[in-house]
């Protein structure tokens, strides 16, 4: 079983930057989908910035070329550079990927997500 756990968060002032980490752990054959999702308090999870195998990477619009998704040092590691937050953006961030296993079966994982709190 494929287990992802997301590494930052915490309270920030406006204008700040933070950056998240995610580490997927466990046995698997490959990664595919390594992205981050939010919830802001009172909506619905969203997609904040996805990165794919041998594709483009998607943003959602919100992040107006603030926010940037790259693999960390390790294969199995994905990072979220946030610069420039607002207030709007105070949510509980979710690191999500995908990949085969040994027997070419799809697994999908996702974090118990991490609280970013940005204060005006």
């Known amino acids: 079983q494929v287990q992802v756990v997301e590494i930052g968060g915490g309270l920030v002032k406006s204008g700040e930057s933070l950056t998240l980490s995610c580490v997927a752990s466990?046995?698997?054959?490959?990664?595919?989908?390594m992205a981050w999702f939010r919830r802001v308090p009172g909506k619905q999870r969203e997609l904040v910035a996805r990165?794919?195998?041998?594709?483009?990477?998607d943003y959602n619009y919100f992040t107006e070329g603030r926010f940037l998704i790259t693999k960390g040092n390790f294969n199995n590691t994905v990072d979220l550079r946030m610069n420039r937050l607002d207030p709007d953006d105070t949510a509980v961030y979710y690191c999500?990927?995908?990949?085969?296993?040994?027997?070419?079966?799809?697994?999908?994982?996702w974090g118990q997500g991490t609280l970013v709190a940005v204060s005006s």
């Open positions: 466990g046995v698997f054959l490959n990664i595919n989908i």
């Open positions: 990165l794919r195998p041998d594709g483009p990477t």
């Open positions: 999500y990927m995908n990949g085969l296993d040994r027997t070419q079966r799809r697994w999908d994982a």
